[in-house]
């Protein structure tokens, strides 16, 4: 993440406005990233993330970032996001959640975020389809889109792990999605689908 648009005060306090989560009170440009530009929104109601879609990313894949966005947003822990890595730790600021986090730190979490796609482009994925790992339910898609630029069908989800869903856990099965009652070969993804090493957007 980081702040390629700058967002005017009148600007920011009109787009608010139209959210019941009271004023402004602070905004702070997000540095991290390469992609979007990103602010941490303090209002009267609490702390949120504000990202503008650079242009840059296709406007036929809004809705499924928009999907992506909320569904992290529900309360999911970011060490079973995989989002460890965005968790300032190693500093001494203190935020809601730090002594969770650091109690959870190092251990395999229970579930893990991951993506999904399916070879058969007939398939399509909207979401709540059941994620089955070795022939066992694990969890289930909690969004689906289309993917233009990989040009397949994505599901995102999460898959548990009665000891912990460690990296070698999740690469470890064989997955399928149970799609209309029908189960369907799938392939998992812990990395992003498209320029996973971020080169293309850092050129």
């Known amino acids: 993440m980081a702040v390629y648009t700058e967002v005017a005060e009148e600007e920011l306090a009109a787009f608010v406005a139209r959210y019941d989560i009271g004023s402004v009170l602070a905004v702070k440009g997000i540095a991290e990233g390469v992609e979007n530009s990103n602010f941490l929104l303090h209002t009267e109601?609490?702390?949120y993330i504000l990202t503008l879609?650079?242009?840059?990313?296709?406007?036929?894949?809004?809705?499924?970032?928009?999907?992506?966005?909320?569904?992290l947003a529900q309360g999911k822990s970011p060490l079973e996001a995989g989002l460890g890595w965005a968790v300032k730790l190693r500093k001494n600021t203190d935020f809601l959640g730090r002594r969770a986090l650091e109690e959870a730190h190092g251990k395999a979490p229970q579930k893990r975020f991951a993506g999904f796609t399916v070879d058969d482009p007939e398939i399509v994925l909207l979401g709540r389809e059941t994620i089955l790992r070795d022939g066992k339910p694990v969890g289930y898609l909690t969004s689906g889109?289309?993917?233009?630029?990989?040009?397949?069908?994505i599901g995102y989800g999460y898959v548990r792990g009665?000891?912990?869903?460690?990296?070698?856990?999740?690469?470890?099965g064989e997955y399928e999605l149970v799609v209309a009652m029908e189960r369907i070969p799938a392939r998992i993804h812990l990395e992003p689908l498209y320029d996973p090493t971020g080169e293309k957007v850092k050129a």
Do not use: Q, W
């Not at 990313?57 to 928009?66: K, S």
């Open 162 to 172: 009665e000891d912990g869903a460690s990296n070698e856990y999740l690469a470890a």
């Open 45 to 47: 109601r609490g702390f």
């Open 53 to 71: 879609y650079e242009k840059r990313v296709r406007e036929e894949d809004l809705p499924f970032f928009i999907g992506l966005m909320r569904h």
């Open 145 to 153: 889109g289309y993917g233009y630029t990989v040009g397949k069908s």
